[in-house]
């Protein structure tokens, strides 16, 4: 059996889709063009909304990952390659969907904006690992986007981005961008205020997404897995786990939306601790206690001041 490399499973999967959607341009860039908007693809929902507030009625903006589902592993399907290739911009994190990379580098860049520069992914993340508390796993934490600060230096580029593409509008894009700032300088004042006096600052999350938000804030995060949120933690690792949250007076084990509670619910059991929901905001679904980025940031906000507690 002749095995494909993934480059040319991708050029197939461009092929096959130009086919279905005729002509060469998927659906979504049909529609973008037929409206005399932008045709923008992000990557993820943060991205997706950061652009949308940016682009305001000059774009329509798609996201490659759907509602409800975890972006750490998704996967194109031909139709959403195609789309990649036919898009005025694509809005990405590099280094996060592996397949957006190189459905990107397939392309060439000349249509894409990368976020990571611009979000300073300068932060490691932190873990249990063989019983023992790392504070630095070498591995850079994505997460970016739950310090809105680094989300409002992400607007202000896009915004340059999306006039090099479209510079009748780029007055539009500048001024939305600071708009949004604004909205997301009141917010890093509401997490600053909230968070100042909490009674425990250690941060103890099934999921290692929280580091930047914890690093903004001065809380410390302890996750109990890695950066993907299916990694299946070791016996030892959540014997470390529940030994630290007894030590520490932790109150309070946080999951998260789009996937299983069980690790956390474990260790709460295992402790006495309670469980409370923590977003990262990676997508949106029925369960997010909130319709947008900033209404799950201020849910998260309340939730933590609850769980540390921060009176």
């Not at 300068?122 to 997460?143: F, W």
């Not at 949004?180 to 006096?197: I, M, N, R, W, Y």
């Amino acid at each position: 059996m002749v095995v494909m490399t993934y480059r040319a499973t991708l050029a197939v999967a461009v092929l096959a889709a130009v086919a279905l959607t005729g002509c060469g341009a998927s659906a979504g860039s049909r529609s973008a063009a037929s409206t005399g908007k932008l045709s923008v693809v992000a990557g993820f929902y943060p991205l997706e909304w950061v652009t949308e507030q940016v682009a305001g009625p000059h774009a329509e903006v798609a996201s490659l990952t759907k509602p409800g589902a975890e972006p750490h592993d998704l996967e194109l399907a031909p139709r959403d390659i195609a789309e990649v290739a036919d898009a005025d911009l694509v809005v990405y994190l590099q280094g996060f969907q592996p397949a957006v990379d190189q459905a990107v580098n397939q392309e060439g860049n000349n249509h894409a904006y990368d976020a990571s520069n611009d979000a300073d992914l300068s932060l490691r993340y932190t873990a249990i690992e063989d019983g023992r508390h790392s504070a630095d796993k070498g591995t850079v934490d994505p997460h970016f986007w739950l310090d809105p600060t680094r989300l409002a230096a992400v607007a202000q580029r896009l915004a340059k981005r999306l006039a090099a593409v479209d510079p009748d509008n780029a007055d539009d894009y500048a001024a939305n961008a600071a708009t949004l700032q604004g909205k997301l300088v009141t917010l890093d004042g509401e997490l600053t205020t909230g968070l100042a006096s909490c009674v425990n600052k250690d941060l103890v999350t099934s999921h290692n997404a929280f580091g930047y938000l914890a690093e903004r804030y001065g809380l410390t995060q302890i996750g109990i897995t890695g950066l993907s949120p299916e990694d299946e933690p070791k016996p030892s690792d959540l014997a470390a786990v529940a030994d630290l949250v007894k030590r520490n007076d932790v109150h309070t084990i946080y999951y998260e939306t789009l996937v299983s509670p069980a690790v956390a619910r474990t260790v709460a059991g295992e402790t006495g601790a309670t469980t409370e929901v923590l977003d990262p905001i990676e997508g949106l679904t029925k369960a997010s206690q909130g319709r947008d980025y900033l209404a799950v940031m201020r849910s998260n906000l309340a939730n933590i001041q609850r769980g540390q507690p921060c009176p």
